[in-house]
């Protein structure tokens, strides 16, 4: 199991891009969670096998259809779930 903690610059909020990564994420079955940052990007978690993992980086870089991704910035990766307590589904958090 691998895990990697992302923020993403851009218009990304209020163009569906956490309900739409959630989608995503879910279908390549991780786990994790994402939510808006006051500051006006995107965090989240996403944990893992390391080529699904992979998957959902490309999905970042271009987000769901209305959005525009300038950056996507890697925080911390690693094997493990990088201290993350998370439950057994990909979560939108508030």
């Given at each position: 199991m691998s895990f990697f903690a992302f923020e993403v610059?851009?218009?990304?909020?209020g163009v569906f891009f956490r309900k739409n990564t959630r989608?995503?994420?879910?279908?390549?079955?991780?786990?994790?969670?994402i939510r808006?940052?006051?500051?006006?990007?995107?965090e989240?978690?996403?944990?893992?096998p390391k080529y699904k993992l992979d998957e959902l980086k490309e999905?970042?870089?271009?987000?769901?259809?209305g959005a525009r991704v300038d950056k996507?910035?890697?925080?911390?990766e690693g094997e493990g779930e990088g201290g993350e307590e998370v439950g057994g589904?990909?979560?939108?958090r508030r």
């Open positions: 610059d851009g218009l990304v909020q989608k995503k994420a879910m279908t390549l079955g991780l786990r994790g969670w808006n940052h006051p500051a006006g990007h995107v989240g978690v996403a944990i893992g999905y970042l870089a271009h987000g769901p259809r996507v910035t890697i925080v911390r589904e990909f979560t939108i």
